[in-house]
């Protein structure tokens, strides 16, 4: 604060608690009440008296006046003037800062030594995950992890990415961006390949879809595979599985390859502590249905 807006707000204090007690001085009458005094107000022949206030009540306002320069020379409050206590908001803000981290350290000291298929062994760990995973993947990938139209399902056991512990680590550390391209097709090429990437997932189409779209699928196998089962380096996803990141509908599919996609999980890196990525990359092991399965 300027030494302008420091005496600024010093004689404003002042000039304040000052004008108070001169207000209330200069009001006080004694405490004598006198029946003829009356602020000349009648109504219906009823008339208001003009008398002090209680003595209790008066001393109320003086005690206010008291405990208000009591706190000024304790506390901030006088422009600049620290307080003889030296407290302030932004010390008792970083005290409970240091606090917060000393219980975060010794909570996570015990998880230090586990691998991470081990933490997700472990109860106590997981119940800190799940409120992790509450506060911080939920908007995404819904409350029980299970996705929603272009967010992954980490329930099941198909993965856009690797998912062994040290491929999760880096999910969550740096995020992962995977870019679908809009390859210009033109639109009869797009509804042949939308039926041919149907028929990858199983469906029958026509001979011509097949034959056409065997032909066209060399532009996708780059990212897809010869065989459309995806490759996990790219994040581009198994096409022959029936699990669909953006919908499974012949439109659905379309609009992908008309207009391409970018799928964009953010980085963690600034928002949550390596203790706690290795944490939430235990909970979503537990959460896909083959661990589940395999821990039956
Ligand atoms: C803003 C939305 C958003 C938030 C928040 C978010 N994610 Fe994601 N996440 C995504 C998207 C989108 C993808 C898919 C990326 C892609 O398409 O390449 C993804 C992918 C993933 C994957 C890879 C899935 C796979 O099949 O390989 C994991 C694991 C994951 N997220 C875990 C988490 C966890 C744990 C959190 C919380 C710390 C989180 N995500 C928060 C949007 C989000
Ligand atoms: C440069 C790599 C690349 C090429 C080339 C490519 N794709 Fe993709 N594709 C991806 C990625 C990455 C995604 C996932 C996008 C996301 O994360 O949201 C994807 C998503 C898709 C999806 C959505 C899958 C789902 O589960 O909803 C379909 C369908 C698809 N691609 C079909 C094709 C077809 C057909 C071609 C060829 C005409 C093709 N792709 C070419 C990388 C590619």
Same mark, same amino acid.
């Given at each position: 604060?300027?030494?302008?807006?420091?005496?600024?707000?010093?004689?404003? %204090? %002042? @000039?304040?608690?000052?004008?108070?007690?001169?207000?209330?001085?200069?009001?006080?009458?004694?405490?004598?009440?006198?029946?003829?005094?009356?602020?000349?107000?009648?109504?219906?022949?009823?008339?208001?008296?003009?008398?002090?206030?209680?003595?209790?009540?008066?001393? $109320?306002?003086?005690?206010?006046?008291? &405990?208000?320069? @009591? &706190?000024?020379?304790?506390?901030?409050?006088?422009?600049?003037?620290?307080?003889?206590?030296?407290?302030?908001?932004?010390?008792?803000?970083?005290?409970?800062?240091?606090?917060?981290?000393?219980?975060?350290?010794?909570? &996570?000291?015990?998880?230090?030594?586990?691998?991470? +298929?081990?933490?997700?062994?472990?109860?106590?760990?997981?119940?800190?995950?799940?409120?992790?995973?509450?506060?911080?993947?939920?908007?995404?990938?819904?409350? @029980?992890?299970?996705?929603?139209?272009?967010?992954?399902?980490?329930?099941?056991?198909?993965?856009?990415?690797?998912?062994?512990?040290?491929? $999760?680590?880096?999910?969550?550390?740096? /995020?992962?961006? /995977?870019?679908?391209?809009?390859?210009?097709?033109?639109?009869?090429? %797009?509804?042949?390949?939308?039926?041919?990437?149907?028929?990858?997932?199983?469906?029958?189409?026509?001979?011509? %879809?097949?034959?056409?779209?065997?032909?066209?699928?060399?532009?996708?196998?780059?990212?897809? /595979?010869?065989?459309?089962?995806?490759?996990?380096?790219? /994040?581009?996803?198994?096409?022959?599985?029936?699990?669909?990141?953006?919908?499974?509908?012949?439109?659905?599919?379309?609009?992908?390859?008309?207009?391409?996609?970018?799928?964009?999980? +953010?980085?963690?890196?600034?928002?949550?502590?390596?203790?706690?990525?290795?944490?939430?990359?235990?909970?979503?092991?537990?959460?896909?249905?083959?661990?589940?399965?395999?821990?039956?």
């Amino acid at each position: 604060m300027s030494n302008f807006w420091s005496i600024f707000v010093i004689v404003l %204090v %002042v @000039g304040n608690i000052l004008g108070m007690v001169w207000l209330l001085f200069s009001t006080s009458k004694g405490s004598d009440v006198n029946e003829a005094e009356t602020t000349g107000h009648e109504w219906d022949g009823i008339k208001e008296l003009n008398n002090p206030l209680p003595r209790w009540w008066l001393w $109320l306002f003086v005690l206010t006046i008291v &405990y208000a320069v @009591g &706190y000024l020379y304790f506390y901030p409050g006088l422009g600049s003037y620290e307080g003889s206590l030296g407290w302030s908001q932004k010390g008792e803000f970083e005290q409970a800062i240091v606090e917060n981290n000393a219980r975060k350290a010794e909570f &996570y000291a015990e998880f230090k030594e586990m691998d991470i +298929p081990v933490l997700a062994t472990s109860a106590k760990a997981m119940e800190a995950a799940e409120r992790l995973f509450g506060n911080n993947c939920s908007t995404c990938h819904g409350s @029980g992890g299970g996705g929603a139209k272009g967010f992954p399902n980490l329930t099941d056991d198909d993965w856009l990415y690797n998912n062994d512990p040290a491929s $999760l680590v880096a999910t969550l550390t740096n /995020g992962r961006a /995977g870019v679908m391209p809009n390859l210009n097709l033109s639109p009869s090429d %797009v509804t042949v390949m939308a039926y041919y990437v149907k028929h990858l997932a199983g469906d029958e189409v026509s001979e011509h %879809v097949q034959l056409e779209g065997k032909k066209r699928f060399a532009t996708c196998a780059a990212c897809h /595979g010869q065989d459309g089962t995806g490759n996990k380096a790219l /994040g581009a996803p198994n096409l022959t599985d029936n699990v669909w990141l953006h919908g499974s509908r012949i439109a659905d599919i379309e609009k992908i390859l008309r207009e391409g996609k970018r799928g964009n999980m +953010p980085s963690f890196k600034s928002i949550l502590s390596q203790d706690e990525i290795r944490l939430l990359s235990a909970y979503v092991l537990t959460l896909s249905s083959s661990e589940e399965a395999s821990a039956e």
